[in-house]
């Protein structure tokens, strides 16, 4: 595995792997020394209260303990094993590697193969993988987890729950869309037997198997499918933005079976609560909200917008995408002549000229894709996808697996500010700054109405420690957005921020001062 910078150990990865520490099923170990249990106990306390730095320490301590254990010792696995969260956590992926095979190697000759301790070490194995930008070994090992945890809970188990969408989305991400397509049709299965036939989580289920069904050209069973999933979603208050997809979905099928469009009194009743908001969202997020886990008024994912699909008449088949916009516009902000504008792209001064030549023209033959309104072409239809997958991982904080997806979205199609916002959110969790600056920097030239991508990148301006920068871009997004949700937060900090530069600006005409006064 390639090594892997690591990150600050305040960002920590959710893993469904727990420290094996306390296990009744075990059986019976030697006896440890009481400072080696000591130490193990203090530090899983340590772990679960996410005092990372301390739980080093304390594992560090044990391992000088436990060099004179047996090789094949069982205490050194459970030791190892949660070395390897530790690192996982930390997000420094090749050490905790190492440390999970070294686990696995001890705990397989001690409890056997197919045993649980084998199969949370191998899900802590693969997320190793994943994050470390192989999702191909990932697919693999996680593929044993399955196995084992099958046979451990069941086959139905709702406990596979917390494993199967992983294998789902390794799967796509290595393009075995047959495997996540029966991975998918599993947990659409364990949800209603766990949850019953009504609940919102299989309606989501439903309109998932619905769009990959729809894709493949299995327009029947799409449509089955899709129309079970409005019927759930409808039924169930806060879910509007997964029913508006699965409406969308179903229209799509309608009509490339040939049935006619259902008129606005036949469209099916809107859940309870609020109406469908027409505004860009993700199948079952909120409208506009920060990620869990996230700090200050910059931590701020963009909803991509729901893609749709509908036919095109005969004589129709071109779609032209819209063309880039630059930021900020000169007609939409005041600037005085010395202002500088660190928002901007290094090549933007060669972006106008430019702009006429990104329109694109695809033609697919009578597919049409729309979104929010517009036509697009089948990549950003694609990429839309994929950024809706990587939102979900935002939100739980798996930002590696996100990044890697969000690139996969920027390849196919580079124009959509969405994914370069959450492509740099995920980079900046990830302590990559400048690359993810790189990324909102695209995000605004292509959509600079988007708030989230001017509070990120005022935010990795300040992380960098260039305030003057942060400054700037934290009063252009106010003046941009005086009434945003996170204003008032940004004011706070800007006037903060305005007089640490003060300060420094001070500081360094003092320096500059002296330095001309003691030259002869």
């Given at each position: 595995m390639r090594t892997v910078k690591r990150s600050s150990p305040a960002m920590a990865v959710l893993v469904a792997a727990a420290c094996l520490l306390v296990n009744s099923a075990q059986p019976a170990m030697p006896k440890a020394a009481p400072a080696f249990d000591r130490l193990m106990t203090q530090s899983k306390q340590q772990l679960d209260s996410g005092d990372y730095s301390s739980a080093r320490l304390s594992l560090e301590e044990a391992l000088k303990l436990s060099r004179t254990f047996p090789s094949e010792d069982p205490r050194l696995g459970t030791l190892y094993h949660c070395l390897g969260n530790l690192y996982l956590k930390e997000q420094d992926y090749a050490t905790a590697g190492d440390y999970f095979q070294r686990a696995i190697t001890i705990e397989q000759k001690k409890f056997g193969p197919d045993s649980l301790e084998v199969g949370d070490a191998l899900f802590g194995l693969a997320n190793c993988y994943q994050q470390g930008n192989n999702p191909m070994m990932a697919e693999v090992y996680i593929k044993r987890v399955v196995e084992i945890w099958s046979k451990a809970y069941g086959p139905d188990s709702e406990k596979l729950l917390s494993v199967l969408p992983s294998l789902a989305t390794y799967a796509s991400l290595n393009s075995n869309y047959k495997l996540a397509e029966e991975t998918h049709r599993r947990i659409l299965r364990i949800k209603e037997k766990t949850y019953g036939a009504s609940d919102p989580r299989v309606g989501t289920s439903l309109n998932t198997l619905a769009s990959l069904a729809a894709t493949d050209g299995k327009y029947e069973e799409a449509k089955k499918l899709a129309e079970r999933a409005t019927e759930v979603l409808a039924k169930t208050a806060g879910s509007s933005a997964a029913y508006d997809a699965a409406v969308t979905n179903l229209q799509f099928v309608k009509q490339q079976l040939g049935e006619t469009q259902p008129a606005a009194s036949q469209q099916p009743p809107a859940p309870p609560g609020p109406p469908p908001a027409k505004t860009e969202k993700a199948p079952a997020g909120k409208s506009d909200g920060s990620t869990s886990g996230s700090s200050g008024p910059h931590a701020r994912t963009d909803k991509p917008v729901q893609p749709s699909t509908t036919d095109t008449d005969a004589q129709s088949t071109g779609v032209t995408t819209g063309t880039l916009v630059r930021a900020p516009g000169s007609s939409a902000v005041a600037t005085t002549p010395?202002?500088?504008?660190?928002?901007?792209?290094?090549?933007?001064?060669?972006?106008a000229s430019s702009d006429k030549q990104q329109d694109r023209t695809t033609s697919w033959g009578k597919i049409r894709?729309?979104?929010?309104?517009?036509?697009?072409?089948?990549?950003?239809?694609?990429?839309?996808?994929?950024?809706?997958?990587?939102?979900?991982?935002?939100?739980?904080?798996?930002?590696?697996?996100?990044?890697?997806?969000?690139?996969?979205?920027?390849?196919?199609?580079?124009?959509?500010?969405?994914?370069?916002?959450?492509?740099?959110?995920?980079?900046?969790?990830l302590g990559d700054n400048d690359q993810a600056i790189e990324e909102f920097k695209q995000s605004i030239a292509l959509e600079p109405t988007r708030p989230a991508a001017w509070l990120n990148l005022a935010s990795c301006f300040q992380v960098n420690g260039q305030l003057k920068e942060s400054v700037a871009t934290y009063n252009e997004y106010l003046y941009r957005f005086p009434g945003d949700s996170l204003a008032a937060k940004a004011r706070d900090l800007v006037t903060h921020l305005q007089k640490e530069v003060d300060n420094q600006t001070a500081v360094e005409r003092a320096l500059a001062s002296s330095a001309a006064g003691a030259r002869p």
């Open positions: 010395d202002e500088f504008r660190p928002w901007e792209l290094k090549n933007q001064s060669r972006q894709y729309l979104a929010g309104g517009r036509l697009i072409s089948q990549e950003e239809y694609k990429a839309m996808l994929l950024a809706n997958e990587a939102y979900e991982l935002i939100k739980e904080e798996k930002y590696r697996m996100a990044a890697d997806v969000l690139r996969k979205a920027a390849t196919m199609c580079p124009t959509l500010a969405s994914v370069r916002t959450n492509l740099g959110l995920a980079l900046s969790r």
